[in-house]
């Protein structure tokens, strides 16, 4: 059974190309998410940043709920100028940075994700991290309905929120998340490399 990536005898026009340039990011190298981080700069789905005149991914530092949106919208291919005009009810929407308010806007009007509610005020609390099962949740959003969600074996599955379970469980049965000691680790941060990760597993 062969993933969507394929497999191929000669090399394709796009692993040139790759070699031609190099790496993507200069602080990559040897590290675990590097395969992931490269597959995603390639279809513009992740672009890092630039340092001392050099493009690095920080792929250990927690992803922020901004960042995330962007990412999110951009794997799914959101034409986010269709939603330029939705209004967001968050309290701290002037906390969003310039560069992710189209996606933003686009997830929120998609209902992928929504907000945190915080004293009975809507924030998006844009700098924040984002947990795993809140990560799970706004992936099994994204996706078709059918999956199955078999009951989680985790020695800490009692942790995961109502909300998250049925998601959590999805992303589960697809291989997608497979745990840590044992452990699913529902309000653990997301890390930069653990994102293009689970991207790169669902693709």
């Known amino acids: 059974n062969i993933s969507r990536k394929g497999l191929s005898a000669e090399p394709s026009e796009e692993a040139v190309e790759k070699a031609a340039r190099g790496p993507a990011f200069s602080d990559m190298d040897g590290h675990w998410a590097n395969t992931y981080a490269e597959y995603l700069y390639d279809r513009g789905i992740i672009t890092g940043r630039i340092s001392k005149e050099k493009r690095i991914f920080e792929a250990d530092k927690n992803i922020t709920r901004e960042e995330f949106s962007a990412v999110m919208v951009r794997w799914l ?28 806007k686009a997830a929120y009007a998609l209902g992928f994700m929504t907000g945190k509610n915080i004293k009975g005020e809507l924030y998006f609390d844009p700098k924040g991290s984002i947990t795993r099962q809140e990560a799970m949740t706004v992936i099994g959003r994204m996706q078709k309905k059918g999956y199955g969600e078999p009951e989680l074996d985790f020695k800490d599955a009692v942790k995961v929120e109502a909300w998250a379970l049925p998601y959590v469980k999805t992303l589960v049965h697809q291989g997608v998340i497979s745990g840590m000691n044992g452990n699913v680790e529902p309000l653990g941060k997301v890390t930069r490399g653990q994102v293009a990760k689970m991207i790169f597993s669902l693709d």
Request: proline residues 4%; negative net charge.
């Open 77 to 104: 291919g959101v034409d986010t100028a269709k939603y330029e005009d939705q209004k967001l009810s968050f309290k701290d929407n002037t906390k969003i940075e310039n560069w992710a308010l189209p996606s933003v």
